[in-house]
């Protein structure tokens, strides 16, 4: 009879220890998609509209041109992780 009852006892943990496992494996799973799901493409070409805006990082010093953006007036993009400064909008 204690015998028997110790074995239960084991069982609870060994069923508490799989559930645990499985737990942690799915929850590690999540994880890892939500790090990996790609980020959305570009929307196709006719939708982007062709812009001339050139942005300087105001850390660094390195400036960059924009010639396409999914919007008329698009977000700075960052550079050492600080918005970048519209330098001068360019009209050619
Ligand atoms: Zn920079």
Redesign the pocket.
Known sequence: MIVLAITFGRVIWVGVGLLMMVFLWRVGITMLRAFTTPLPGPPPAGEMRKVNVRYR??????ELKLTLAPDEDPPPPR??L?D?IVVAPLYD
């Open positions: 990082c105001a850390v660094c010093g390195v550079h050492c600080e970048m």
